[in-house]
């Protein structure tokens, strides 16, 4: 990043007296950067996953105990596909307050909200002590954690891709998705260790509670890092950013009108929409498979074919583990081959590698069911996270970045990770079989690899241009 404060800042618009130094940051501020990226996504994802895991293995008892079990899951993972409704709102909602007034102010009220409506949930009564009202104060704390969550991925990785070096961003981008990975392993961590350490009566009326109440903690240590997190350079930068807060295009068309030029051209002229789908497409494979893998799998093992719980929840931990060096690995990749190559050619194998590996799962073998399912979250899930991070945020603009980037994470959630589950428990019930999956897989990673074939590389772009790659 540039460290000349003799210039006018690009956030000064022509025609103005309002001259500024270039924003500058340093190591440190990178670092705190990178530190409240991971730990922010860390803990979107540690929310969900508790509640994905909970949905799967307890929830239809402890919330819709009167039905059968085949419908208990449905309802469940019904619950768990209303927040991602909600987290459509918030992306609209605070993706454009964040292009508009900042990253940083945006991260500090979706960390909060996330990490309220997590806590209580673990004080909820169940339907046993309040009848339907559960279910009802289930789904609202639901949506609230949607909204909240719908800009944290997002927002938590603008703010890290704009602060990253040019040639370091795949890498550096990455760490949202350790963020990921580490909030996924923690979650199934404490439910592996619950599973082992709890009776199934201890679980359902008291252990469930645990790691939903304790994440009150993490909240409280990441509202505070936030609070000393200096806002993103990129938009300081933008040039139609003055005084932190940038002008509506009202505002832009006087100034041009009074300067007799155009201060913005390219980025307000340009035509929207094709970067928008083309990242909705690359959005797809991965969200599709993490809701397939992570979510309904861990349900589908314990409920349909009635194996130990433990079991699935080890396999997304032996998964999470192994990503800690698929993601840097694969960000390293993007950076050094660009980004479109690596998405192909990961799309692709999970193509080839889906039905194998589902078969795997259902073969009876817990060894083989371990081996599948960490072969499938690293190469179908996380591996496309990592090239996600940072391909989604440089195919747009700095004006929309923030907006489009959480629309496009948020309706591609709606698409395939929400409406997944419930599509899968339902075709595997009047199927009985398990080749919906893996067909449910090929389809989502077919979708991203045809999206790759035709986005253009952006390894390098300059993320401070107004205008869409594309």
Same mark, same amino acid.
């Given at each position: 990043?540039?460290?000349?404060?003799?210039?006018?800042?690009?956030?000064?618009?022509?025609?103005?007296?309002?001259?500024?130094?270039?924003?500058?940051?340093?190591?440190?501020?990178?670092?705190?950067?990178?530190?409240?990226?991971?730990?922010?996504?860390?803990?979107?994802?540690?929310?969900?996953?508790?509640?994905?895991?909970?949905?799967?293995i307890v929830f239809n008892r402890i919330f819709f105990p009167d039905v059968s079990p085949?419908?208990?899951?449905?309802?469940?993972?019904?619950?768990?596909?209303?927040?991602?409704?909600?987290?459509?709102?918030?992306?609209?909602?605070?993706?454009?307050?964040?292009?508009?007034?900042?990253?940083?102010?945006?991260?500090?009220?979706?960390?909060?909200?996330?990490?309220?409506?997590?806590?209580?949930?673990?004080?909820?009564?169940?339907?046993?002590?309040?009848?339907?009202?559960?279910?009802?104060?289930?789904?609202?704390?639901?949506?609230?954690?949607?909204?909240?969550?719908?800009?944290?991925?997002?927002?938590?990785?603008?703010?890290?891709?704009?602060?990253?070096?040019?040639?370091?961003?795949?890498?550096?981008?990455?760490?949202?998705?350790?963020?990921?990975?580490?909030?996924?392993?923690?979650?199934?961590?404490?439910?592996?260790?619950?599973?082992?350490?709890?009776?199934?009566?201890?679980?359902?009326?008291?252990?469930?509670?645990?790691?939903?109440?304790?994440?009150?903690?993490?909240?409280?240590?990441?509202?505070?890092?936030?609070?000393?997190?200096?806002?993103?350079?990129?938009?300081?930068?933008?040039?139609?950013?003055?005084?932190?807060?940038?002008?509506?295009?009202?505002?832009?068309?006087?100034?041009?009108?009074?300067?007799?030029?155009?201060?913005?051209?390219?980025?307000?002229?340009?035509?929207?929409?094709?970067?928008?789908?083309?990242?909705?497409?690359?959005?797809?494979?991965?969200? $599709?498979?993490?809701?397939? =893998?992570?979510?309904? +799998? *861990?349900? #589908?093992? /314990?409920? %349909? @074919?009635?194996?130990?719980?433990?079991?699935?929840?080890?396999?997304?931990?032996?998964?999470?583990?192994?990503?800690?060096?698929?993601?840097?690995?694969?960000?390293?990749?993007?950076?050094?081959?660009?980004?479109?190559?690596?998405?192909?050619?990961?799309?692709?194998?999970?193509?080839?590698?889906?039905?194998?590996?589902?078969?795997?799962?259902?073969?009876?073998?817990?060894?083989?069911?371990?081996?599948?399912?960490?072969?499938?979250?690293?190469?179908?899930?996380?591996?496309?996270?990592?090239?996600?991070?940072?391909?989604?945020?440089?195919?747009?603009?700095?004006?929309?970045?923030?907006?489009?980037?959480?629309?496009?994470?948020?309706?591609?959630?709606?698409?395939?990770?929400?409406?997944?589950?419930?599509?899968?428990?339902?075709?595997?019930?009047?199927? $009985?079989?398990?080749?919906? =999956?893996?067909?449910? +897989? *090929?389809? #989502?990673? /077919?979708? %991203? @690899?045809?999206?790759?074939?035709?986005?253009?590389?952006?390894?390098?772009?300059?993320?401070?241009?107004?205008?869409?790659?594309?």
């Amino acid at each position: 990043m540039s460290q000349d404060t003799n210039e006018p800042a690009k956030g000064a618009v022509e025609g103005t007296d309002t001259l500024a130094a270039k924003p500058t940051r340093s190591t440190r501020d990178l670092t705190k950067a990178a530190v409240s990226g991971w730990l922010g996504t860390a803990m979107e994802f540690m929310d969900f996953q508790l509640y994905s895991l909970a949905a799967a293995i307890v929830f239809n008892r402890i919330f819709f105990p009167d039905v059968s079990p085949a419908i208990g899951l449905i309802a469940a993972m019904a619950t768990y596909g209303v927040g991602y409704v909600a987290r459509l709102v918030g992306a609209i909602y605070f993706g454009r307050m964040g292009d508009r007034i900042g990253r940083k102010k945006v991260l500090f009220i979706t960390i909060a909200m996330m990490g309220a409506s997590t806590t209580l949930i673990g004080a909820l009564p169940t339907y046993d002590a309040i009848g339907i009202l559960a279910p009802i104060l289930l789904v609202a704390l639901r949506l609230v954690q949607g909204f909240g969550a719908g800009a944290e991925i997002a927002g938590a990785t603008v703010m890290l891709v704009e602060y990253a070096p040019d040639k370091r961003r795949g890498l550096i981008g990455s760490l949202v998705s350790l963020g990921t990975n580490s909030g996924t392993l923690a979650a199934s961590g404490i439910w592996a260790i619950l599973l082992v350490v709890l009776t199934d009566d201890q679980l359902v009326s008291w252990g469930w509670r645990i790691p939903f109440l304790a994440s009150f903690f993490l909240m409280l240590f990441a509202i505070w890092l936030r609070s000393n997190l200096k806002e993103s350079p990129v938009f300081e930068e933008r040039a139609d950013v003055v005084d932190g807060v940038a002008l509506t295009r009202d505002e832009i068309d006087k100034t041009d009108a009074e300067t007799k030029e155009s201060v913005l051209e390219s980025g307000l002229k340009q035509r929207k929409g094709r970067a928008f789908f083309v990242a909705l497409g690359l959005r797809f494979g991965q969200a $599709g498979n993490s809701g397939l =893998i992570q979510t309904f +799998l *861990v349900g #589908y093992i /314990a409920s %349909t @074919l009635l194996l130990d719980k433990s079991i699935a929840t080890t396999a997304i931990v032996y998964g999470s583990l192994l990503g800690f060096v698929t993601i840097p690995v694969i960000g390293i990749l993007g950076d050094k081959f660009g980004r479109r190559p690596i998405y192909m050619i990961l799309s692709a194998a999970t193509m080839v590698l889906a039905f194998p590996l589902i078969y795997l799962v259902t073969s009876g073998n817990n060894a083989t069911l371990v081996i599948a399912v960490v072969l499938a979250l690293n190469i179908g899930v996380l591996g496309l996270f990592s090239l996600e991070s940072v391909t989604m945020a440089e195919l747009f603009g700095a004006r929309t970045r923030f907006t489009q980037l959480a629309l496009a994470k948020e309706i591609g959630g709606i698409l395939a990770t929400a409406i997944g589950p419930l599509m899968a428990a339902t075709l595997t019930a009047v199927t $009985g079989s398990w080749w919906p =999956i893996a067909a449910m +897989l *090929v389809v #989502y990673s /077919a979708i %991203t @690899l045809v999206s790759a074939y035709l986005a253009p590389e952006t390894r390098g772009r300059d993320l401070v241009r107004l205008d869409d790659a594309i």
